[in-house]
């Protein structure tokens, strides 16, 4: 078993002033050579943006997005048609393909939205661009991890998919519970990340966003340490 720790703290930060942002892994000025990705996993970005700010129409390509609000309303605009606010307990799904133009802001004047922005690479390029979004239930189905996104060919994929042999899923817990999470697929790494509260996996004690990479292991260990704490879990190729 290989593990990589992920502080909070240690975390890429940038302030704009419209944005508050943190990045796991390099991104625009913050770059980290040992932090480039993880397997398929390339960015964990923990935006902040303030009301009626947001992201300009800017391009993608080659890319799964998964977008997962936490607070607040964040508006999307692209170049498919779409025009949706996604809220929390809402995930959505891109794939950029062979490239799609959009934008991101936050639709309350008042209040900030906070989100993960988050890009897998592809399994396969220049695939026809396409949008997905829905609803979960994170707050009241406690007690257990709930698949959000999983490969095209999952038979068992509660979720949305991505053109990657990945799967994302989130979990409420109370204090004391354990989860012993088996790996999906051989040679798939598992990066957990803890969205509210604190949580030990594999022996090692994490709180409010720490994240740890594990790989070379076929089932996880995760043990919540207190009451209504959230976990994402993140189950994607080392190899890709």
């Known amino acids: ?23 796991t892994f390099s991104f625009a000025n913050y770059y980290n ?8 996993l390339r960015v964990v970005n923990d ?3 303030k009301g009626g700010e947001g992201f300009g129409t800017h391009p993608h390509d080659n890319m799964e997005i998964v977008s997962i609000p936490l607070y607040g309303d964040l508006e999307h605009k692209d170049s498919m048609g779409h025009t949706e606010v996604i809220r929390a307990g809402e ?16 639709s ?13 690479f592809p399994d396969t390029k220049n695939v026809t661009p396409r949008y997905d979004q829905r609803a979960f239930d994170f707050l009241h189905n406690k007690n257990e ?14 979720g949305m998919w991505i053109h990657q042999n990945a799967w994302f899923s989130i979990g409420t817990f109370e204090k004391g519970k354990e989860i012993d999470y088996k790996v999906k697929r051989k040679g798939n790494g598992v990066f957990a990340m803890v969205i509210e509260g604190e949580f030990t996996v594999e022996g090692q004690k994490l709180n409010h966003r720490d994240a740890i990479g594990i790989e070379d292991i076929d089932n996880v260990k995760i043990t919540a340490d207190s009451d209504n704490a959230r976990i994402l879990i993140i189950d994607v190729p080392m190899e890709f």
Request: hydrophobic content about 35%; aromatic content about 12%; glycine content about 8%.
């Open 47 to 49: 935006d902040i943006v």
């Open 91 to 106: 995930v959505q799904v891109m794939s950029a393909g062979s490239g799609i133009t959009h934008s991101e802001y936050n």
């Open 33 to 40: 050579p040992e932090r480039i990705h993880f397997g398929a």
């Open 145 to 158: 991890l709930i698949q959000i996104v999983g490969p095209k060919n999952d038979a068992d994929n509660t």
């Open 108 to 120: 309350n004047e008042e209040k900030p939205v906070n989100f993960f922005q988050i890009w897998v």
């Open 1 to 23: 078993m290989k593990t990589t720790l992920y502080r909070a703290s240690s975390r890429g930060h940038a302030y704009h002033g419209w944005l508050d942002t943190y990045h």
